[in-house]
């Protein structure tokens, strides 16, 4: 499961910065997931309750998720639109000359330990 590899990823990095910060552990950690990435947050919410359990430093970490929306842009008609309406044509133009803007993110936004 792609949810899973994620966790354990995020849960390094929050474990090494609590770490450089000479903290006890992560109280909670707030992440950007973008609407196209391929995370479904359901999931990585029941990857993360398993797997924060198996780290004293990680064992009671809340995790918060916001979810940033998927824009696309048009290199023709330099407008942008709602990628998961529309997908990867245009819908000012219907051309297909467009690429993803925002909405692949997986981001470490804030973290807070003790
Ligand atoms: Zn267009």
Redesign the pocket.
Known sequence: MHELGVVFYILDSVKKIAIENKAKGIRMVILEIGDVSGIIPYYLEDCWQWAIKKDEMTKDAELKIETIKAVSY?S??K?EFDTIKNGKT?P??K?GNTYLLTGNEVNIKEIEVF
Request: with cysteine.
């Open positions: 048009c023709d008609c407008k245009c000012v133009c051309g």
